[in-house]
């Protein structure tokens, strides 16, 4: 089993700031997928990226895989108050079928 | 209805009871999976349904644990003889096919609390 690491655990900034969060593994991944969580609630499922070097945009979130499909981040430009949660990262080992997560890197905006 | 599922939302227990967690997934979904989250931590895989079968048990981490699913549908997970490091939130979640990077729709969680 691959153990993925997030970086950094915790984060708390103020309304409008940029931040970048990292998702890390010393293994290969066939696809990696980024959620977010809200207390009291289940992940919801934010992207999916499957081919290394892939950017996708969804609004102030940009998400990256790295070239050798170890690693990924996660940037958020212009924080807001709305986007506080637990971000998990999850990769999909060997076109397996199931995804192992990450720890999370729980987001605090601040207004 | 509209997503997943679970009952009950709380549950608290004493110690060596039997709890039986209750998962209802998106109709249609043929692949369900169970994780259990402990307080401020991330997921971790405990078992994964294809159908009605469950290739991949590995995650489960004890014999106290157990699951099954019936009619392509509902599934419970058991956990007997409960001890307090079992205290966590149980989520739930289901996908369309169970296929490489499939969307998985999580229900709010079980928070099971064992004292």
């Known amino acids: 089993t691959q153990l993925l690491e997030q970086s950094p655990q915790f984060l708390s900034i103020q309304e409008g700031e940029n931040l970048t969060v990292y998702c890390n593994s010393s293994?290969?991944?066939?696809?990696l997928q980024w959620y977010r969580q809200e207390p009291g609630e289940g992940p919801v499922l934010l992207v999916t990226?499957?081919?290394?070097?892939e950017v996708k945009k969804l609004k102030r979130l940009t998400f990256q895989f790295g070239d050798a499909r170890k690693d990924s981040s996660l940037h958020i430009t212009a924080a807001q108050p709305g986007d506080t949660g637990l971000y998990l990262c999850a990769g999909r080992e060997n076109y397996g079928q199931n995804f192992v997560f990450g720890p999370g890197t729980r987001l605090s905006v601040l207004p | 209805g509209a997503g997943v599922s679970q009952s009950p939302s709380n549950k608290v227990t004493e110690k060596g009871k039997d709890v039986e967690l209750r998962c209802d997934p998106i109709s249609g979904h043929t692949a369900l999976y169970w994780y259990r989250q402990r307080l401020g931590q991330g997921l971790e895989f405990l078992i994964y349904?294809?159908?009605?079968?469950?290739?991949?048990k590995s995650g489960l981490p004890s014999d106290r644990f157990s699951a099954e699913r019936t009619g392509e549908s509902v599934s419970t997970l058991t956990i007997q003889r409960t001890q307090q490091e079992d205290s966590a939130v149980y989520l739930c979640a289901s996908s369309q096919s169970g296929l490489a990077g499939g969307e998985q729709f999580f229900g709010p969680g079980t928070r099971l609390t064992v004292l």
């Open positions: 990226v499957v081919t290394g070097g």
């Open positions: 349904f294809q159908g009605n079968s469950a290739p991949d």
């Open positions: 293994s290969v991944f066939s696809s």
